[in-house]
């Protein structure tokens, strides 16, 4: 039987293994032994383990001249009567990852109640199908606006009224909207459009929990789960997105064969909301003209950092979704000065 290490040490590269489960659970703290072996013959292996190193090498500058524009522009279609919170948590992500400018389009009755609590974003109101959900037609709305933005995230609390079904619908066979994030409900209401992805931009990014991506690509959960990595870049491909499968190491797939694995697996962002913050987080750093790519993986990697550090404080039990909000500029600000943001 294989024991549970407190650690492993492994030579030169990180191995795929190291981060598949059931195994993953016996490595306890992964050290990378460095034993002489150059660097240069990993190039061209189009998987690496994001690093803090890397981390630092894309962060966007923060010229001292700068106005809201030089930091981009989100606009977030979000939140419905039942999850008017994921908008909040959203918008936060984007604003705390440093994106300029945070506009929220959301059902009309909920716009004063997100204000009181959001007073940092602007507002775009949409029509109604009926109290507290957006209606089909709100589509047109967003679309005669979205020109003035450089990312559109579309999905968090959303909720599947057959309305808001067909308003995703209506949004995503838009090819001229600027740079579209889908997540949460607008994953869950992709597979009711026949080819789906036949009409999303190929620079799109999806950002689905394994659930989603089962939905998604018609496997199981158990499926999605023994393959990530296979699973993320097969899809990929197919669909000509960037894939961000979220999970305990999350993996960010590129339809060219790229993939990025995140080095953090934490029970404690195993709650409701953790992900409406990494979509807000993944756009801020799109806005600020990063590629889907690295913004998809320098957003993963901020999320899991930070909580990383309100583990280091709180433990993983109890750890709610607001708490990343303040750890995010906590942990950029650690990774530019070169210190350890998990604290370890």
């Known amino acids: 039987a294989c024991p549970y290490a407190d ?3 492994t030579l030169a590269f990180p191995k795929t293994g190291l981060f ?11 050290k990378i032994a460095d034993i002489g072996i150059p660097e240069s013959l990993a190039d061209g292996i189009p ?7 890397w981390v630092r090498e894309v962060l966007p500058e923060r010229p001292l001249d700068a106005n809201k524009g030089t930091f981009g522009r989100v606009l977030v279609a979000a939140g419905s ?29 909920l716009q004063p109640i997100l204000a009181s609590k959001l007073t940092e974003a602007t507002y775009l109101p949409l029509p ?19 020109s003035g933005y450089d990312v559109l995230l579309v999905g968090c609390g959303l909720g599947q009224n057959p309305a808001t079904a067909e ?10 909207l600027p740079l579209p994030i889908l997540d949460a409900d607008a994953l869950n209401i992709l597979p009711g459009i026949n080819e789906w992805w ?19 690509c018609g496997l199981t959960v158990d499926e999605v789960q023994s393959g990530r990595i296979n ?31 995140s080095p953090f697996a934490n029970p404690g962002l195993a709650s409701a909301g953790t992900g409406d913050v990494l979509a807000g987080a993944i756009a801020g750093m799109a806005a600020q003209g990063l590629s889907p790519f690295d913004a998809a993986s320098l957003g993963v990697y901020l999320h899991g950092a930070a909580g990383d550090m309100i583990k280091n404080v709180l433990g993983d039990t109890g750890m709610i979704a607001s708490d990343l909000l303040m750890a995010l500029p906590a942990v950029i600000k650690q990774l530019k000065s070169n210190t350890n943001p998990a604290g370890g």
């Open 198 to 216: 036949q009409w999303l931009t190929d620079d799109a990014i999806l950002t689905p929990h394994p659930g989603e991506m089962s939905r998604l």
């Open 231 to 261: 699973i993320a870049r097969k899809y990929a491909a197919e669909w000509c997105q960037t894939i961000v499968l979220k999970g305990a190491y999350t993996v960010i797939a590129t339809a060219d064969g790229r993939c990025r694995v």
């Open 20 to 30: 598949n489960f059931p195994g993953a659970k016996r490595v306890g703290t992964l």
């Open 128 to 146: 109604e199908a009926e109290p507290g959900v957006i209606a089909a037609g709100a589509a047109d709305t967003i679309i005669e606006r979205a």
């Open 47 to 53: 998987l690496e383990l994001m690093t803090r190193e």
């Open 167 to 176: 308003f995703v619908s209506s949004l995503i066979m838009d090819k001229e």
């Open 7 to 9: 650690m492993t040490v």
């Open 81 to 109: 009567v039942n999850y008017i919170g994921a908008a909040y948590l959203a918008c936060s992500g984007a604003m705390r990852v440093g994106a300029g400018l945070v506009t929220l389009a959301t059902a009309a009755s």
